[in-house]
């Protein structure tokens, strides 16, 4: 199955600072990634869509000025958590959906975000 | 996209056949049943999904009843490290289409 890769898989910050997290498709292109957070004992929660080369369409209650979305090539998402604070500590994952495929979304195995 | 309702835990044994289920009573015609799982602190995986056919790969077999309104998850020879949480979504086929993840089924497989 297609590949996808996160980039740090985990990451202590402390507060106030900014977290750059990376997606990437290793084995295919993906015109649409998607990016989840996930508190402990919970589900995914989805966050935002990506489309590579447009702005990122954001969930409900998901502030966009606080996750910078950027999808500039077709195997590379970023997420970045600005002025990070302790309650932003989660397991950030993030899927990709395979241009011209199946529309089969593969997701990526997570970053775990600690902030102090 | 229609919700799922998943049993919260469910045990199996080493060796047998663990059938998951599934209600979506509310799906549409359009909407594909998805199923995934997630191992304790790692992305979900993809199992299978269908939309009104049985459906069966290397890893399960997707059983969806005429009326599309339910569906089961059946892994033939559950092993420990079949042991995750279950994920029913349903999803508009195409590009459109989005996973919302509910709460899922935690699958414990016992020796």
């Known amino acids: 199955g297609a590949v996808v890769s996160q980039h740090p898989s985990r990451v202590i910050c402390k507060s106030g600072t900014s977290v750059k997290i990376e997606c990437r498709s290793l084995?295919?292109?993906?015109?649409?990634m998607f990016w989840y957070r996930q508190f402990p004992k919970k589900s995914l929660m989805l966050m935002a869509t990506?489309?590579?080369?447009?702005?990122?369409?954001?969930e409900q209650g998901v502030e966009k000025d606080k996750f910078l979305i950027n999808h500039a090539s077709l195997t590379l998402s970023t997420l970045t958590v600005t002025s990070a604070h302790p309650e932003d500590s989660s397991f950030y994952i993030c899927s990709a959906r395979e241009a011209g495929g199946n529309n089969e979304q593969f997701f990526g195995p997570g970053t775990r975000l600690t902030v102090l | 996209d229609a919700k799922t309702t998943q049993p919260t835990s469910m045990d199996c044994a080493e060796g047998r056949a663990a059938n998951l289920p599934c209600n979506h009573s509310t799906i549409s015609g359009n909407e594909y049943v998805y199923w995934y799982r997630q191992i304790h602190s790692q992305g979900p995986q993809y199992i299978i999904h269908?939309?009104?056919n049985n459906e069966t790969n290397e890893m399960a077999s997707l059983i969806i009843t005429e009326d599309r309104k339910s569906s089961t998850l059946i892994l033939p020879h559950a092993t420990l490290r079949d042991t995750a949480v279950y994920y029913c979504i349903v999803r508009v086929a195409g590009n459109t289409g989005k996973l919302i993840f509910g709460q899922g089924t935690t699958l414990q497989v016992k020796p």
């Open positions: 269908g939309l009104k």
């Open positions: 084995d295919f292109q993906a015109t649409t």
């Open positions: 990506s489309n590579e080369g447009s702005k990122a369409t954001y």
